[in-house]
């Protein structure tokens, strides 16, 4: 046992968020728990960050993917915003010194993974910003006011638990900032396994992929936390013409869900499929949905400058506008259980910048147009609308 | 507190089995899932303790002719699931039911077989850790031995039958599914049956449905599926299907593809078999937070079901909504709230 501990250690040293740390004293959580992971607040199963907070917040309360769990984002067009949650998600990955699986893409493809934000300013700012919107939710407790968050702790609750040493602070982090327009500086000794697609005509592509993930889970020990990214399954770019078939890749799904519950405490995936090569109408599909835990879809609107539909997303101008909508059909264990299909029954709409993923409430806006049309009836004077003191009799 | 009290009253007399051999559908929708469901029927199963014919003559007043026979009444309940895993069911059982499935599978009154941990996911090869299987319990053949009056099942116990691949030396009342095959589905049910120590057992199929998409070979269609299920009624006197009635499984695209034509024909077939279907839905309007979808329970006519006052049951369509802690509440359509 006691020699078990120690390896923790040593691993989160060896992988450590920040290179300029001193081995840090072993934490009394980071001992108990593998780095990036924390009990969910609703029943206390392990959970782990997708890297994108306000997608954290929105899997029924557990403030974070459950381990052995999987989701499956769908996305139509041709755009490519699910590819920003996967590379957040394996950022994140990255940065706990969880081994990240990818499978089907090239050492490209973890180039361009987002690094992390580190300016101090910035840090502040950042901050500043969510101490805002921290207050509203201060009295909700920690897991609430964390929702909105990200790198830096700030809730005192939270402070207050832990012990004031920063270095510590530091390497208890759930979830980072990072930034898409840097590049991610691999922390030395992690390494991404790349799964290659084997290109064979004739028999299941998966197989391969499926025993390659199984001896690297059972050959790591026993604390390692592992993530799969499977990036635009099935896209004929990728996958050989015979995978769509529902024997190949369902019976692939349908192990690969045993393989997490195999590893309830050790493994978590997210998988994205194109859905306008595969429509959501489709029984193969369908049966993807119903293999995977949680289930989102990306709805991007069409982008035109010139078109108003695209600014009337924000609510208020001061907002940003959204990208798309984001619908949810289906929340990991909540589902499962019987629980409703939206979890949250609000239209959501995602906003993708260069630091944050964000998934928001979606409501229309006032039409603008109204606006103008009532400044000018009230620049024309009292003829047209009867003002204040005409009504008094 | 008993267990069948977990159950809405509502609810009960559409899950209640029957006095005579039934076979009872459910179905459940991507954002509605059923399992819910399925745990209450493994409670009014299984908490059909011994003293279940004091508690039903209290309740509704006439005496029932099964329940006068004794306590070898007693229901047992073999539960095959494709899609979950056990950790999955024994929790919930615990914590919608407060049943120990363990416990009872220890007293020979659950089994649980295994679909989804080894149906596809290949063994490892390096790996030390799955000795291979040792011996089927002696315990086995020494158990009728204790129990006598009950001449029927013995010769199945006797001979454990050696083709099933199931691994029971660790847990006692755990089965694995090691291939889409039906016959080995058929022969481990079977051996499963035999293994408990009830007379009356029922089957519950979770998402059989699954082995009809995934599996490649000729031989496993709707038909062959559906003829199983049939001779698996024969050893088993109620059985419980759940399998999913999403839209895009139930209307085949414009060139129908084989895996929706499929499900499409095994579902319509089995939902005429059956004497009750129980369909859990999206609520139709949006989500809500009361409300997590609708039940739809529609029976058979002609006096199969008994209704509270001793008269026919009929169909209705009632909401639910399940809780964090597991517990369901069940309602009339407008009575959600201030309750």
């Known amino acids: 046992m006691a020699f078990r501990k120690r390896n923790i250690a040593l691993s989160c040293s060896g992988a450590g968020t920040d290179p300029n740390l001193p081995s840090s004293p072993p934490s009394p959580s980071s001992a108990q728990t593998p780095p990036g992971v924390r009990p969910s607040p609703i029943d206390g199963r392990p959970t782990t960050s997708t890297g994108t907070p306000s997608l954290d917040s929105i899997l029924a309360g557990h403030a974070g993917l459950p381990l052995g769990n999987s989701i499956l984002i769908g996305e139509t067009g041709t755009t490519d915003y699910a590819g920003a949650l996967l590379r957040f998600y394996a950022a994140e990955g990255v940065v706990q010194g969880h081994t990240v699986h990818v499978v089907g893409m090239t050492e490209a493809w973890g180039r361009e993974l987002p690094g992390l934000v580190v300016g101090r300013e910035e840090e502040r700012r950042e901050k500043g910003e969510k101490m805002k919107i921290a207050w509203r939710y201060e009295s909700m407790g920690q897991f609430v006011s964390e929702r909105g968050s990200s790198g830096v702790k700030r809730a005192p609750l939270v402070a207050a638990s832990e012990t004031s040493q920063p270095g510590l602070e530091e390497s208890t982090v759930f979830c980072h900032i990072f930034d898409l327009a840097k590049r991610l500086t691999f922390p030395v000794s992690t390494a991404i396994n790349y799964i290659p697609i084997p290109p064979n005509p004739t028999s299941s592509p998966f197989i391969p992929i499926l025993q390659n993930l199984q001896h690297q889970l059972s050959s790591s020990p026993h604390h390692r936390i592992h993530r799969v990214v499977i990036p635009s399954m099935l896209s004929p770019a990728l996958y050989p013409p015979h995978s769509p078939h529902p024997h190949s890749i369902l019976q692939f799904l349908h192990a690969f869900r045993a393989l997490l519950r195999a590893y309830p405490t050790r493994l978590t995936a997210l998988l994205t499929i194109p859905l306008s090569l595969y429509p959501r109408t489709s029984g193969v599909v369908r049966w993807m949905e119903i293999l995977s835990d949680g289930v989102f879809e990306l709805l991007p609107f069409p982008h035109n400058p010139f078109d108003p539909l695209s600014t009337s997303g924000a609510a208020t101008r001061g907002e940003e506008r959204p990208q798309g909508l984001f619908m949810v059909h289906k929340v990991p264990v909540w589902n499962e259980r019987g629980g409703a299909g939206g979890g949250l029954g609000e239209d959501l709409a995602f906003t993708v910048s260069r630091r944050k993923f964000l998934v928001q409430n979606f409501s229309l806006p006032p039409i603008e147009g109204d606006r103008e049309a009532q400044e000018g009836a009230a620049a024309a004077g009292g003829s047209g609308i009867p003002n204040k003191t005409g009504l008094e009799f | ?339």
């Open chain 2, 1 to 339: 507190m008993p267990p069948s009290s977990r159950i809405p009253p509502l609810l009960h007399p559409y899950i209640k089995l029957p006095k005579h051999d039934s076979i009872t559908l459910t179905t459940s929708v991507l954002g509605a899932s059923a399992n819910w469901l399925l745990v209450r029927f493994i409670c009014e199963a299984l908490s059909a303790a011994p003293g279940r014919g004091v508690q039903n003559g209290t309740q509704d007043g006439l005496v029932e002719n099964t329940e006068t026979e004794g306590e070898g009444e007693d229901l047992a309940v073999v539960l095959v699931s494709w899609m979950r895993e056990w950790e999955f069911w024994r929790g919930e059982a615990r914590k919608g039911c407060g049943l120990d499935l363990v416990r009872l599978a220890k007293e020979g009154r659950f089994v649980f077989v295994d679909g989804l941990s080894k149906l596809y996911l290949p063994e490892m090869s390096g790996s030390s850790t799955h000795t291979p299987t040792t011996v089927p319990l002696p315990a086995q053949t020494i158990l009728p031995v204790r129990t006598p009056g009950r001449i029927g099942p013995i010769p199945n116990r006797a001979q454990p039958s050696p083709q099933p691949q199931t691994e029971k030396a660790k847990d006692p009342g755990r089965f694995y599914l090691t291939s889409p095959d039906l016959k080995l589905l058929k022969d481990t049910i079977r051996t499963a049956i035999s293994s408990l120590s009830s007379r009356k057992t029922l089957l519950i199929l979770d998402s059989p449905d699954a082995l009809l998409s995934t599996a490649a070979s000729p031989t496993l269609t709707s038909f062959t599926l559906s003829s199983t299920l049939l001779a698996l009624h024969d050893i088993s006197s109620h059985i419980l299907i759940h399998l999913s009635a999403d839209t895009p499984l139930l209307s085949p695209s414009s060139p129908p593809l084989p895996l929706e034509l499929d499900s499409q024909a095994f579902l319509v077939k089995v939902a005429h078999i059956t004497e009750r279907v129980l369909s859990c839905r999206v609520l139709d309007t949006g989500v809500a937070r009361d409300v997590s979808g609708v039940l739809r329970c529609t029976v058979r006519d002609g006096g199969y079901f008994e209704g509270e006052g001793g008269g026919e049951l009929e169909g209705k369509e009632m909401l639910y909504l399940v809780k964090g802690d597991g517990s369901v509440k069940v309602f009339e359509r407008g009575a959600g709230e201030g309750h």
